[in-house]
């Protein structure tokens, strides 16, 4: 990777310039408007993602940047940053504090690094692809979880799987030993954190997943799409996280029965 220790630098950097900035509007006046597809966004999503432009610009001007917000610029082709500066936007806008702010760094496509901040919660999780994973500085590790029927299982986006797998969705609320629902990128890093053993998500953009491959794989888990490839800008937003080789297989599995 171009000067590791350097976009280590940076990259921290960054986080805590948008926590910053997401605090500053978190249970405030927001702004809200409605994008056409009706998903939300808030004055602070845009704040916090033209602050992140504007420090990129300054300190990698070649680089390409690919915020959810703002489009992507190419850059040089190889070297690219990818944004969402307000994960959870609709946390964000009924004050619930599991938002966060997700930043990958990739090289030829492929992620190198990922960031997750969770601004409200005071917690910064950290990955580089063979140098590990961080907590606000202290080393994580996913669980030695192998078995789903052992596992605590985290299905993310659970009306939209619903509405659109009604059979999986019966898969999965039969699956797991612990199952619980949500959203957002919070649970994967809980599973870096070796608090989840696994997550299944969909319906994803590749700012929303980005980030999150590279955390947990440098915690020593597995993050695909349901089909076992790995995640880059063109996958289809249909994910799969878990914390070892063997219950990644079995929910593959269990997804492509």
């Known amino acids: 990777m171009q000067d590791a220790m350097a976009l280590d630098t940076h990259a921290k950097a960054i986080s805590e310039l948008a926590s910053q900035a997401a605090m500053q509007y978190f249970r405030g006046t927001l702004g ?3 994008k056409q597809d009706q998903s939300p966004v808030t004055q602070a999503d845009k704040d916090v993602e033209a ?5 990129l610009n300054r300190y990698f001007p070649d680089h390409g940047v690919f915020g959810e ?6 850059g040089d082709g190889r070297h690219m940053w990818v ?5 959870g936007t609709r946390s964000f806008l009924s004050g619930h504090p599991l938002f966060g702010f997700l930043l990958a760094y990739l090289v030829d496509g492929h992620p190198q690094l990922g960031v997750v901040g969770m601004p409200a919660l005071n917690e910064t999780f950290f990955g580089v692809l063979g140098k590990g994973a961080s907590l606000n500085g202290q080393p994580i590790h996913v669980s030695d979880k192998s ?23 019966n898969r999965l609320m039969q699956s797991g030993q612990t199952r619980r629902f949500a959203y957002d990128g919070y649970p994967h890093a809980l599973l870096a954190a070796g608090h989840v053993d696994a997550v299944v998500d969909y319906d994803l953009q ?9 955390l947990i794989e440098a915690a020593g888990g597995v993050m695909t799409d349901w089909q076992g490839r790995p995640l880059e800008l063109s996958s289809n937003g249909a994910v799969v996280s878990a914390a070892t080789p063997a219950l990644h297989a079995e929910l593959l599995e269990l997804l492509n029965p």
């Open 83 to 87: 944004i969402d500066p307000i994960d």
């Open 206 to 214: 590749p700012y929303d997943f980005l980030a999150l491959s590279p």
């Open 32 to 34: 809200i408007e409605f």
């Open 51 to 55: 602050k992140v432009r504007s420090y």
């Open 147 to 169: 078995h789903l029927d052992q596992a605590i299982l985290y299905v993310n986006e659970g009306d939209k799987l619903y509405s659109d797998h009604p059979d999986l969705f």
């Open 69 to 74: 917000e703002e489009g992507q610029d190419t």
